[in-house]
């Protein structure tokens, strides 16, 4: 079954260190997204890029680096410059074109003691 | 710059009609995304609006104004298992990108 895979599922990390969190696709989509929600809020957009070895800052990028070296995976990088960095974060895809919307991951809840 | 805004909360009874109404100020709308989050999980699509007026799929309705920019979500036959948080999105085709508004929580009670 095709679908979008985020691992893992909770997450503790320590204050100042970096942590990465993994998004794996294989529903052959050009595009890729990252979205940090926190609770009671909408989503807000981190990182999104559109092909392979391209990305583009969204509205809240500061503190967080991705990469995207292959189609299928867009890891995001949670660096210690991130202030609040306790949050659900979801990774979801899109083939390109209007109408169909994003197929979502199921989120990694991330905390920082 | 983007401007998304949805009620933060709405209660409704079992069997009843909740209407979520959504505005939007965008620069560059080509669409409007209605999506079901429940709590701890990835939203799931429900609807999606590019022309005006009404798109009907069962229980679930949305409703779309361009010149007005604004769009409703009416859920009716209300169940147990709607309570939820709705999130309306404006979609955009330069970037291929979703913006989100901060989401309406409803809770159904019996």
């Known amino acids: 079954d095709g679908g979008i895979t985020q691992s893992p599922k909770y997450l503790f990390r320590k204050e100042g260190q970096n942590v990465t969190l993994s998004c794996e696709q294989n529903l052959n989509h050009d595009a890729m997204y990252w979205y940090r929600q926190d609770p009671g809020q909408g989503l807000r957009l981190i990182y999104y890029?559109?092909?392979?070895?391209?990305?583009q800052k969204g509205d809240i990028a500061e503190g967080y680096s991705v990469s995207r070296e292959k189609k299928e995976s867009f890891p995001l990088t949670v660096t210690s410059a991130q202030k609040n960095p306790t949050a659900f974060y979801l990774c979801?895809?899109?083939?390109?074109?209007?109408?169909?919307?994003?197929?979502f991951g199921s989120g990694t809840r991330l905390t920082v003691v | 710059g983007q401007n998304i805004d949805q009620p933060t909360e709405m209660t409704a009874t079992e069997g009843a009609i909740v209407q979520i109404n959504c505005t939007y100020q965008t620069s560059g709308f080509n669409g409007l995304f209605w999506y079901q989050q429940h709590a701890g999980e990835a939203p799931t699509f429900l609807s999606y609006n590019v022309l005006d007026g009404l798109e009907e799929k069962g229980r679930f309705s949305s409703f779309l104004s361009r010149s007005k920019g604004y769009s409703y979500l009416l859920l009716k036959e209300l169940q147990m298992k709607d309570s939820a948080s709705y999130l309306c999105a404006v979609f955009k085709a330069a970037g291929n990108k979703l913006t989100f508004g901060g989401g309406t929580r409803v809770l159904v009670k019996p």
């Open positions: 890029s559109q092909i392979v070895n391209d990305f």
């Open positions: 979801a895809s899109s083939p390109p074109g209007q109408g169909e919307g994003y197929t």
